[in-house]
Structures are given as C-alpha cells and as structure tokens.
C-alpha cells in the first residue's frame, strides 16, 4: 500500500530512528523505486526543495494517522512533534486539490488476447487491445506536484475507506511503523515485532519474579 510505505520512511533500527526522506539521494531512491504510482519518469531526480515538501507532506499524513488510531497510541516516532490536525488535514487537501485528475480512455493496437486469432472479424477493431482507463492529471503539472497530488489522493482514499478503523501504531519495542490489521489477533507489524514484543514481556515477567 503506497501511503504505507510513504509514512513508513520513517523506522527504527537497532541504531534508532532512521528517515529515508533525510537527504535528496535517499528522496531520489525513494522516488524512483514508487515512480509508476507517483507518475514519476523512471529517471527522476529529487532536489532540495522536492525532498522538503515530501516531508511536510508525510508528516501531515503521519498527524492524520495518528489521529485516525486515537484512542490508541500514536506512532512513537514523531507522536510529539507533529503538525496540528486542522493544519495537516488542510495541506492534505491542498496537495491533492493542486493536480486534479480525470480518466482517460486508453486502447492500445494489437491483437486482443482475450479473442481467439480465429474468431477476429476483419475491421479496423481486429488489431485492438482491449480498451482500459487509466487516471491521469487534468492539469499540467511539475513532477513534484504530481507526486505529492498523489500521495495525498492515497492518504484521502485510505482514511476515507473501511480500512482506517484497522490502522494501528505497533507496539513493539523500538517500532514505530503503523500497520493495517489483517485479521482479529494481530498485534504487531510483523512476526519479527511480535517476537520482539513477547521476549521483551517475558524478560520483564522473570525480572519482577
């Protein structure tokens, strides 16, 4: 899930916290590995000032989750210094009202593959794909606009669907990533979170003993 991944280029590691989105090499990597869902050009590379609005914009989407997992806790990462809710939730919108998007219709020459060779009719249609849309900006707009509009979309679309009420902040020590439950009993990110989180119980438990 991209807006996962967004807010997650800040986590822990056994040295502390990490920020993939800390200097523009570590922006242009991060970019360019998610540049078909930012509708980035494969050879994209971030400056200065793409890697700051970047930033601002995850740590806007990053005050919403920790909004959204509230009564819980928020993510240990930033929980402390991040932007107000009516400031996020507005630069949010902004970014995604900034490059606006409309379908549009793409059908691409060649055979069909759903269409047996035997079947095709002889017409100007024979040589066609099948038809497909695709979402596109309705503007023109910079690259760095484009990614943030469509980070911003994901982060709108995710905290507007069904799935919001499963994100959760992990629990595990040293965690600070947020996570989407998938099914009842899940507690941690991951099986390593959750390994992490009963050693660390069951150390405490003989600690008191």
Do not use: K
């Amino acid at each position: 899930m991209p807006i996962l991944e967004f807010v997650s280029t800040v986590r822990a590691t056994r040295a502390g916290l990490t920020d993939t989105l800390s200097d523009v090499a570590g922006t242009t990597a991060w970019c360019r590995e998610h540049a078909a869902e930012l509708d980035l050009p494969a050879g994209f590379t971030a400056s200065e000032e793409v890697r700051r609005e970047l930033v601002e914009l995850r740590q806007a989407v990053r005050a919403l989750f920790a909004r959204a997992v509230a009564p819980g806790p928020a993510s240990r990462a930033d929980a402390g210094r991040l932007p107000g809710f009516a400031e996020s939730l507005d630069l949010v919108n902004a970014t995604a009202l900034a490059v606006p998007t409309a379908p549009r219709l793409e059908w691409p020459t060649g055979p069909d593959p759903s269409v047996p060779p035997e079947s095709s009719a002889p017409s100007d249609l024979s040589s066609s794909s099948a038809p497909s849309a695709r979402n596109v900006p309705a503007v023109a707009a910079g690259d760095s606009a484009r990614a943030r509009a469509a980070l911003a979309s994901a982060a709108i679309a995710f905290l507007a669907g069904p799935r919001r009420e499963l994100l959760r902040a992990c629990p595990a020590p040293r965690c600070v990533l947020y996570f989407v439950r998938e099914h009842a009993r899940q507690e941690w990110c991951s099986v390593a979170c959750g390994n992490r989180a009963r050693a660390a119980r069951h150390y405490r438990q003989h600690r008191d003993d």
